[in-house]
Structures are given as structure tokens and as C-alpha cells.
């Protein structure tokens, strides 16, 4: 079963709006943490921001958010006034740590941001 | 902090040959990760370190994959007669593990592997 979804293959949007990029994941562990990383055409793999399973308050790391809804499973990333330098792929990630220590990613989503 | 270095940063092989891959982790961090990335998907966890001992295997990890980690320092990940399918980009991090779950993997910049 597929434990990390990012529904959108590709997103754009336009300078200086605002984006949501979507994420749902599925576990039975009640600890576990949720990550977004950035990667530029470049190869590097960008940590964004991170939530955990028990922070009462979202996320928040300069223009990126993290819209946590716990009871429905999803974690989307808020890019605000997006700047032509987010064009990247955004991968989510989800780190259950019962018995092992590893990141499992979604497929990502590609956002193109245009002038 | 250097960040997380990986060498080659390309490597291009015959099927059959032997390759290996170098990481050097951030030098207060005890955790190194292994990733594999193809095109159009997200990373694959390979196999993990915390200091010189490995921790967990991927069934990804063919018996044709060893990864060591000698000394708790750098690592190396060694494919042995390589196929075609091992085309990918191999992607290493390292994280200073607290026992929290938010402590972040930091990667390097990857090697991309093309077996022709």
C-alpha cells in the first residue's frame, strides 16, 4: 500500500501567489513525523520543513507552511509569494520510527512557477 | 559544515563491471542513509548507519549491493556486476540522530549511475 500520495504531478502557479502542494500518507504508528523536501533540477534533495505527529501547531519555515490535518491524513506544504526559484520537484516524506529509521517518499510534484 | 559530499557525481559503466560510490556525511552527524532514485520517482531507502554498524537492508538491496561504513566516517556503496536496472541516481544523507523524530536527512548531491 502506498504510504505517501501527492496527487498532482505537476502544479504552476504564478510570481508572488500562493501554492499548496498535497499530501497524504497512511500509518498505524502513532509517532511518526512528516517531512517536504526541494529538488532543483540540480539533484540536491532541500530539507523544507518538518511535522510531527503530536505538534499541536503547524508548521511554519519563513514562506513554507504546513497545513496539518491529522485526522485526515494529509500534510500540504503552503508556498507563499512564490518566486521563479521555487520551480523544483517537492517531495513529501514520512519517517516511522517503531522499528527502523527511514524516510519514505511520494512521487512528488513538479511546480513550475512563471513570471 | 561542508554539507554532505558524494564522488563520482557521474558514473558511466558496462554491464557487468563493478562500481563504487563514496559519501563523506556531515562530520558530527552518526546517522548515513543510502537512497536510489529513478527517473520521475521519489527516493528508495537502500540501507542505514548509525556509526560503523548497519542497521537495516532494503529487499531493494540485492545481494549484489554492499554498502560499509568503516570507522563510523564515510561511506561506500559497491555494485557488483552491474545490470542495466541499476541506472538510477544514488543519493546519500546523514542525520545527527537524537532519538526525535525531527532531526532532518541532509543529502548530497547524488551520483548518477548509467550502465550501458
Known amino acids: 500500500a502506498q504510504k505517501i500520495t501527492q496527487t498532482q504531478p505537476g502544479m504552476f502557479v504564478q510570481e508572488k501567489e500562493a501554492v499548496t502542494l498535497d499530501c497524504t500518507y497512511d500509518t498505524s504508528d502513532p509517532s511518526y513525523g512528516l517531512f517536504w523536501y526541494k529538488q532543483p533540477s540540480s539533484g540536491e534533495m532541500i530539507f523544507l520543513i518538518y511535522?510531527?505527529?503530536?505538534?499541536?501547531q503547524n508548521a511554519t519555515e519563513g514562506r513554507y507552511s504546513l497545513n496539518f490535518q491529522k485526522a485526515r491524513k494529509s500534510a500540504n506544504l503552503v508556498i507563499s509569494a512564490s518566486q521563479l526559484g521555487d520551480s523544483a520537484m517537492y517531495f513529501c516524506?514520512?519517517?516511522?520510527?517503531?522499528?527502523?529509521?527511514?524516510?519514505?517518499f511520494g512521487t512528488g510534484t513538479r511546480l513550475q512557477v512563471f513570471p | 559544515d561542508t554539507g554532505v559530499s558524494q564522488n563520482p557525481r557521474h558514473k558511466i559503466t558496462k554491464r557487468g563491471q563493478n562500481v563504487t560510490f563514496r559519501c563523506d556525511p556531515i562530520s558530527e552527524h552518526n546517522r548515513l542513509y543510502w537512497y536510489r532514485q529513478t527517473l520521475g520517482q521519489g527516493p528508495e531507502f537502500l540501507t542505514y548507519f548509525q556509526n560503523e554498524a548497519q542497521l537495516e537492508k532494503s529487499r531493494l538491496l540485492s545481494d549484489r549491493f554492499s554498502a560499509e561504513r568503516p570507522k563510523g566516517s564515510f561511506s561506500t556503496l559497491e555494485i557488483q556486476r552491474t545490470e542495466q536496472g541499476d541506472s538510477a541516481m544514488y543519493l546519500c544523507?546523514?542525520?545527527?540522530?537524537?532519538?526525535?523524530?525531527?532531526?532532518?536527512?541532509?543529502f548530497g548531491n547524488g551520483t548518477r549511475l548509467t550502465v550501458t
Open positions: 516524506a514520512m519517517r516511522e520510527l517503531r522499528n527502523t529509521d527511514k524516510l519514505i
Open positions: 544523507a546523514s542525520s545527527l540522530w537524537d532519538k526525535s523524530y525531527n532531526s532532518p536527512l541532509h
Open positions: 511535522q510531527g505527529s503530536y505538534d499541536q
